[in-house]
């Protein structure tokens, strides 16, 4: 049984600017030591943070910020081109340090919120991102550890299937899929973090296959 969502407002919010609405879901994870420990810095006025929703380990979910306001998640970065990703997007910390595998609970509290999410603002499996896509040049969560794949099963997240072109610039890929403009290093680390993570070293045909098949997912 889906235990009910808590309340632990947090005073770190705004209105979404420009009339935006939320188009994305950015992914984080807290890398506290607890989920608790999360929600008293989420709502600290002097740390100017802020998601709309935690998830503990237990599965456990709270709602910190309305969905139609905005919340302090994303900070400098863009995806598709576009900035100011705190008014276009949804954000979703994971009680998390890093280092470890996601908890089952909590895996399993994430598929029903985030399906209901993407349901009630028409975002697409595509919207759902990690906080290292938009800003790869300054984080890497939700990590190595994440389970994309588990959500792509579900319809909740993309993830390449075979048939991509290992002759396609990854530059161009990554371009298309959203990635914004930073080093050719930073954007391939990003994309191997998510997609082929603890590979290292120069870009190989593998990455450019990826990336275009991503790219049929769109």
């Known amino acids: 049984m889906r235990k009910p969502i808590r309340s632990w407002p947090s005073p770190n919010v705004g209105p979404r600017r420009d009339g935006l609405r939320p188009e994305l879901v950015v992914l984080h994870f807290t890398e506290m030591a607890s989920a608790e420990a999360a929600l008293r810095r989420l709502s600290d006025p002097e740390a100017e943070v802020s998601a709309h929703y935690v998830i503990g380990r237990d599965g456990t979910v709270w709602q910190m910020v309305d969905e139609d306001q905005r919340a302090w998640h994303a900070g400098a970065g863009e995806w598709l081109g576009r900035g100011d990703v705190n008014s276009r997007s949804i954000g979703i910390e994971l009680d998390n340090d890093g280092q470890s595998p996601f908890s089952a609970p909590l895996m399993d509290a994430l598929e029903p919120l985030l399906a209901g999410i993407l349901t009630r603002w028409s975002i697409a499996p595509s919207g759902v991102i990690a906080h290292s896509d938009m800003a790869p040049a300054r984080k890497v969560d939700p990590g190595p550890r ?9 319809g909740l997240a993309l993830w390449p299937e075979a048939g991509g072109d290992p002759e396609a ?6 371009d298309t899929l959203g990635y914004p403009e930073a080093t050719p290093e930073l954007r391939l680390a990003a994309f ?27």
């Open 146 to 154: 994440f389970d994309w794949r588990r959500l792509a099963r579900s």
């Open 192 to 218: 191997r973090l998510r997609f082929r993570p603890r590979y290292e070293g120069p870009e190989e045909a593998a990455d450019r296959a990826l990336a275009s098949a991503l790219l049929l997912k769109k």
């Open 169 to 174: 610039p990854l530059s161009a890929s990554l």
